[in-house]
Nanobody, 115 residues
Framework: VQLQASGGGLVQTGGSLRLSCAASGSISYINRMGWYRQAPGKQRELVAVISSGGSTNYADSVKGRFTISRDINKSTVSLQMNSLKPEDTAVYYC??????????WGQGTQLTVSS
């Protein structure tokens, strides 16, 4: 599975941004998709995931502000981010896990939230 993320950028505190990730290749094997992020000097952390059945899971720090969604063909996953904070600044990575639990990663897209 190949993943292509887009939508990062610079936004002010309180603003909104939408990230998108398009999957290609063996998309029929994809089980869940999600977003992770890595801030400078920190470990990569889960932001949100969505299963093939539509179940979602969010990091506590983004609950109520971020919404993950997946298109009907299950080949694109998006992350709507509202009420952004400076601590959301990070490189965001799209992730897909197939039915054999094999992960794939996108190239990362930078989000910077200015105070």
């Amino acid at each position: 599975v190949q993943l292509q993320a887009s939508g990062g950028g610079l936004v002010q505190t309180g603003g909104s941004l939408r990230l998108s990730c398009a999957a290609s290749g063996s998309i029929s094997y994809i089980n869940r998709m999600g977003w992770y992020r890595q801030a400078p000097g920190k470990q990569r952390e889960l932001v949100a995931v969505i299963s093939s059945g539509g179940s979602t899971n969010y990091a506590d720090s983004v609950k109520g502000r971020f919404t993950i969604s997946r298109d009907i063909n299950k080949s694109t996953v998006s992350l709507q981010m509202n009420s952004l904070k400076p601590e959301d600044t990070a490189v965001y990575y799209c992730n897909a896990v197939d039915h054999f639990s094999r992960p794939s990663w996108g190239q990362g897209t930078q989000l910077t939230v200015s105070s």
